[in-house]
């Protein structure tokens, strides 16, 4: 598989969903294990109507200063979509923890269920934004 893929029409009219290694999450939803030392390989479903976000990562903090949508584009996507230049959002986002050291359980398991999941939600387009 090619890691980049020409989409087959415009942006404009493409479903359109984020993929981030950040720790994103809701504040509600349970923090990515960041002691782990093999690395955290689960992942969170973020809705696409998400008001309040946080992350979980070793390298940020949450807080008054910080651009979470550097990370996660959410904000900046939905602008985009306001504008026309994006078609949709997907109802669903996906957001994995990074420096995970032992991918095995990533490559085999929660990848595969992401993937098909965005399968099922007829995605055109997914944006990865790695942290």
């Not at 008001?51 to 651009?67: I, K």
């Not at 979509?81 to 994006?86: I, K, N, W």
């Amino acid at each position: 598989m090619l890691p980049f893929t020409r989409p087959e029409k415009p942006l404009y009219e493409c479903r359109l969903t984020l993929v981030t290694t950040g720790g994103v999450h809701l504040p509600e939803q349970p923090r990515f294990d960041i002691d782990d030392p093999l690395g955290d390989c689960s992942y969170r479903e973020i809705p696409g109507g998400a008001a309040h976000l946080t992350w979980t990562h070793a390298y940020y903090r949450p807080g008054e200063d910080t651009d979470l949508d550097s990370v996660f584009p959410l904000w900046t996507m939905r602008g985009l979509v306001d504008e026309g230049l994006v078609g949709e959002l997907n109802h669903r986002h996906f957001s994995f923890m990074g420096a995970i050291h032992d991918p095995g359980p990533l490559v085999r398991r929660t990848a595969p269920e992401v993937a098909g999941k965005l399968a099922d939600d007829r995605v055109d387009v997914a944006l990865l934004t790695p942290s």
